[in-house]
C-alpha cells in the first residue's frame, strides 16, 4: 500500500468520479483506475462499485476512507516536520472559516503566499457546523469560528480576538448617517441576514426580545456573506454582521446597535491528537500579529470618520 494510492482514493471517494479525480491529481484516469485496482488487489475487497454514470463506495470503501485521511494527514504532518527542521515552510495548508474572519485570513494568506512560494494554501468558508467535522475528518489544519467547539471530538477552540455585530447597510441608506441606532430605529427596515445556523443571528435573538425581532421586517436569508454585501449596495436592505465585513466596501457603513453591548469572539480551532504544522504556527503568529492589529486600526480609523 503506498501514500499515493491512498490519495488517488481519497479523491474518487470524494469526487465521486474516476475522472474528476485524474484531473485534479494531474494522471489519465486509466493510470488513476490502475492504482485503486492494484490497491484493491492488496486488499483483498472491493472499494468502489462502478457503473456507466456513479461511483460509490462499498462497505470496505466507507470503512477505509476516514483511515485514509488519517494516515494521509500523518504523512503530511512528517514531511511539514522535516521541512520545519530545515527551516523550510512547504506543502499544503488547509484553512477553514466562517465570514466574520475572512478578512483577516485574507492578509494573512497574502503575507504567507509572499514569504514562502513553495507553499500552497487551501481556504474553504463555511458554516461552523460543517469546518468542525472537516477537522475533525483532517480535512483541515485549522479552522476559525465564533463558538466553542465539541471538546468531546477532540478539538481544541483557542479565542483569538472579539468584535460587535453591527447594522451594515449602504452609505446611500436614510439611516447611513446616524452614529449609533436602535432596534426602534430598524422597525419596518427590510432586514437579509447570514444563514440560519450563523451565530451572529444566534447571537442577535439571545441579546433581543421576541417584541424586538418582531419590530423587523426579515425579507431574506442568504448563507453567503459576499452576496449579501452585494445586496446592501444595491438595495435599501440592511444585515446584521461583522464591521470588518465592510472593511473592502467603501459603499457600506456599520453602525452600533445600542442594544447589542456583548461582543462576539472568534475562535481558531485544531485537533488536539494532531501535530500542529511549522507552515499553521507561522499562519497563527501573522494573524495575531499582523492581520488582526492591522484591521483594528482600519476599525477605528473609519469610526472616527
Known amino acids: 500500500m503506498e501514500i499515493r494510492q491512498l490519495r488517488y482514493f481519497i479523491n474518487v471517494a470524494e469526487t465521486r468520479s474516476f475522472s474528476e479525480a485524474s484531473r485534479q491529481c494531474f494522471l489519465s484516469q486509466s493510470a488513476i483506475s490502475q492504482q485503486i485496482k492494484l490497491l ?7 472499494l468502489f462499485l462502478r457503473s456507466t454514470h456513479v461511483v460509490s463506495l462499498t462497505e470496505a470503501g466507507e470503512e477505509l476512507l476516514p483511515l485514509a485521511r488519517q494516515a494521509l494527514k500523518s504523512f503530511e504532518t512528517c514531511q511539514e516536520h522535516m521541512s520545519g527542521i530545515r527551516g523550510l515552510i512547504t506543502g499544503q495548508l488547509n484553512i477553514g472559516l466562517t465570514a466574520a474572519m475572512e478578512p483577516y485570513a485574507r492578509y494573512a494568506i497574502a503575507e504567507m503566499l509572499k514569504r514562502y512560494p513553495k ?21 483541515l489544519d485549522i479552522a476559525f469560528s465564533i463558538n466553542t467547539a465539541n471538546e468531546g471530538e477532540g478539538i481544541e477552540s483557542t479565542p483569538i480576538n472579539s468584535y460587535r455585530i453591527c447594522a451594515v447597510m449602504s452609505k446611500t441608506h436614510p439611516l447611513a448617517s ?15 441576514l447570514p444563514e440560519r445556523n450563523n451565530g451572529s443571528l444566534r447571537t442577535l435573538k439571545q441579546y433581543l426580545s421576541p417584541e424586538d425581532i418582531e419590530r423587523v421586517n426579515i425579507r431574506a436569508h442568504v448563507d453567503n456573506v459576499g452576496a449579501i454585501l452585494n445586496l446592501l449596495q444595491d438595495t435599501n436592505m440592511i444585515s446584521f454582521l461583522s464591521p470588518h465585513s465592510v472593511s473592502s466596501r467603501p459603499n457600506l457603513v456599520a453602525k452600533t446597535i445600542k442594544e447589542l453591548p456583548a461582543t462576539m469572539q472568534n475562535y481558531a480551532h485544531t485537533m488536539k491528537t494532531v501535530c500542529q504544522k511549522q507552515s499553521c504556527k507561522v499562519f497563527m503568529d501573522i494573524l495575531a500579529n499582523k492581520s488582526i492589529p492591522y484591521y483594528q486600526s482600519l476599525l477605528e480609523a473609519s469610526q472616527k470618520k
Open 119 to 139: 507553499l500552497h494554501i487551501n481556504m474553504y468558508m463555511k458554516p461552523t457546523h460543517e469546518l468542525h467535522k472537516m477537522l475533525v475528518n483532517h480535512e
Open 40 to 46: 484493491e488487489e492488496e486488499l483483498g475487497t472491493q
Open 178 to 192: 446616524r452614529d449609533v441606532l436602535s432596534i426602534k430605529d430598524l422597525a419596518g427596515q427590510s432586514l437579509v
